[in-house]
Structure formats: structure tokens, C-alpha cells
């Protein structure tokens, strides 16, 4: 629900829901994917005053930043804080907030020095399913995957070659909330693929620019897999 704490480990074993991270290159984007459904926004390398800006717009929904805000002077215990419920991508940052950290990969997350439930670490959805049988929460770029499968010919991070469409443009990594790979149909045809599988196997977040569309995709998943709770109890009489 929004509001609550951050957990992604725990959020998938409770409900089922994989949690869906927003890109967010702009504060209108960050307040967009809000609206369409996002659990977490990810603002980023966003400036201290936008990301603050943004938290009291929307102070129930927790947010994911490059650095986390307890250093900024902004403010002591107000709403520019980032806290238990947010994801940072910086280790002193997480212990300094008791945020959770969003590690780059397991050795990262093996050294961090937090408790497993505060981790996430971002792999390839090759990577996925022996991340998750090891117990890692994982989380799944994919907008990236879906740009380096279109770019390389891979398979979401796997070295077999097959056809491929044209090379995605964009940043190789989530670093300001831009997205690795195209806006076409084809290409957010990808993500969506990329989306459902990694939502199948078990990740515990996905992150995306396409907020409307890949939360639909997870849903669908979900409901498919059997754990998504019904929208409603509808009680029909012979």
C-alpha cells in the first residue's frame, strides 16, 4: 500500500505483487507514473531540491535515488528525507536511512553489510532464477534488458545469437531515470516480454519507463501464476 515500508523481499512473498519501479526523468514523468500505477519512483541522479520537491507532492510514495537525501541539509524529519521505505543506490546512504540498498550485483550485495531483507540486487533475466533460489530479492531493468537484447542479439543477458531488430538507443544503465530502449511497438513489445517473464521467475521488482503497459503485463502474470488476489468477490445465484 503506499505508505509502507519498502521491502521488496517481503512484498513479493506477502502478496505475490512483483513492484513496479518507475524511471522517472522529470518530475512530470515522476508524477505520471504515480497515476499510472507505480509502486516506486525512481528519480535518480534528480537534484536534492526536485527529488524534495516531489516527496511533498507525494509523501506516501516512497522513491529510489543515486544518493538518498539525509545529507542535503534540506531539511531534519521532514518530507525531503529518505527513510526505511525508500530504495538508494548508495551504501552509506541506505545505513545512515534505513533504506533498503539497490546493489548492482550479489558480491555488492554479499559486502554491503545490511540484512538480506534490506537488499536488492539488479540482474539480467538470465541471471534471475539462480538469484532467486538463492534467496537474492532481484530486480529487473526492463527497459534495459529489452534495449541490450534488441542492440547485442542476446536474449535478455544470455550468449545465444538470433535475430534481432535495430540496435536501441539510449544509456546503457539506470542512471537519471532515461530508458535504455525505444518507444516503437516492437520495442515495447520487448519490454512487456522482458516484464512478464522476469515477473514469472520470481523477481521482486521491475523497473521501467512504459509504467501503464508493463504494470498490466505483471498483473497479467500474476494472475496467470495464480497468486494475484481477485479485484472483486462476485457471488452469482443459480
Given at each position: 500500500m503506499p505508505g509502507d515500508v519498502v521491502r521488496p523481499d517481503l512484498a513479493r512473498q506477502r502478496s505475490g505483487r512483483t513492484l513496479l519501479i518507475a524511471a522517472a526523468a522529470d518530475l512530470a514523468a515522476a508524477s505520471a507514473a504515480v497515476t499510472a500505477g507505480a509502486d516506486v519512483v525512481d528519480l535518480g541522479a534528480m537534484p536534492p531540491a526536485r527529488v524534495a520537491r516531489f516527496r511533498r507532492g507525494h509523501p506516501e510514495v516512497p522513491i529510489c535515488t543515486d544518493t538518498g537525501l539525509t545529507d542535503t541539509g534540506l531539511t531534519d524529519t521532514g518530507p525531503g528525507d529518505t527513510g526505511p521505505g525508500d530504495i538508494v543506490r548508495d551504501r552509506r546512504a541506505a545505513l545512515a536511512a534505513g533504506a533498503s540498498l539497490l546493489c548492482p550485483g550479489r558480491?555488492?550485495?554479499?559486502?554491503?553489510?545490511?540484512?538480506p531483507e534490506r537488499l536488492l540486487v539488479q540482474?539480467?533475466?538470465?541471471?534471475?532464477?539462480?538469484?532467486?533460489?538463492?534467496?537474492?530479492?532481484?530486480?529487473?531493468?526492463?527497459?534495459?534488458?529489452?534495449?541490450?537484447c534488441a542492440e547485442s542479439g542476446t536474449n535478455a543477458g544470455s550468449r545465444r545469437r538470433h535475430a534481432a531488430g535495430p540496435p536501441a538507443t539510449g544509456t546503457a544503465g539506470p542512471v537519471d531515470g532515461s530508458t535504455a530502449a525505444g518507444t516503437g511497438t516492437a520495442a515495447i513489445a520487448d519490454i512487456l516480454a522482458v516484464a512478464a517473464v522476469s515477473g514469472w521467475l520470481g523477481?521482486?521488482?521491475?523497473?521501467?519507463?512504459?509504467?501503464?503497459a508493463v504494470r498490466r503485463a505483471l498483473d497479467m502474470?500474476?494472475?496467470?501464476?495464480?497468486?494475484?488476489?481477485?479485484?472483486a468477490a462476485v457471488r452469482g445465484l443459480a
Open positions: 558480491d555488492v550485495a554479499s559486502s554491503a553489510g545490511l540484512p540482474a539480467s533475466v538470465a541471471d534471475l532464477p539462480e538469484l532467486v533460489a538463492a534467496g537474492w530479492a532481484v530486480l529487473v531493468d526492463a527497459d534495459q534488458a529489452a534495449g541490450a523477481a521482486a521488482a521491475v523497473r521501467t519507463s512504459h509504467v501503464a502474470t500474476a494472475s496467470i501464476a495464480g497468486v494475484r488476489p481477485p479485484a
